[in-house]
């Protein structure tokens, strides 16, 4: 079973940065893409950024030129590295998984990111 532990959350001035780090374990055979969502109190969740399975990035166009998604794979370890970060990123930042050509099937519990102004 796989399982995705997130870490590196907590509050923030804005313009400030963070950077928020995932570390996966269980994974068996296949080829796997990481991902990061964030959803605000009242919202639906929101996409935020992928990293697919070889290792090709994309972004939502709201963090766009702030973040950067990246990973270990040595430590299976997923980062996204968030700067000039505004109020309205303020969310639960969840870290999910899934075997390539499948949807993400594996979440994380969570981790609170808190931007003020």
């Known amino acids: 079973q796989v399982q995705l532990v997130e870490s590196g959350g907590g509050s923030v001035q804005a313009g400030g940065s963070l950077r928020l780090s995932c570390a996966a374990s269980?994974?068996?055979?296949?080829?796997?893409?990481m991902g990061w969502f964030r959803q605000a109190p009242g919202k639906e969740r929101e996409w935020v950024a992928t990293?697919?399975?070889?290792?090709?990035?994309g972004y939502a166009d709201s963090v766009k030129g702030r973040c950067t998604i990246s990973q270990d794979n040595a430590k299976n370890t997923l980062y996204l590295e968030m700067n000039s970060l505004k109020p309205e990123d303020s969310a639960m930042y969840y870290c999910?998984?899934?075997?390539?050509?499948?949807?993400?099937?594996?979440w994380g519990q969570g981790i609170q990111v808190t931007v003020s102004s």
């Open positions: 269980g994974y068996t055979n296949g080829r796997y893409f």
């Open positions: 999910a998984a899934g075997v390539a050509g499948d949807k993400f099937r594996y």
């Open positions: 990293m697919t399975s070889v290792g090709t990035a």
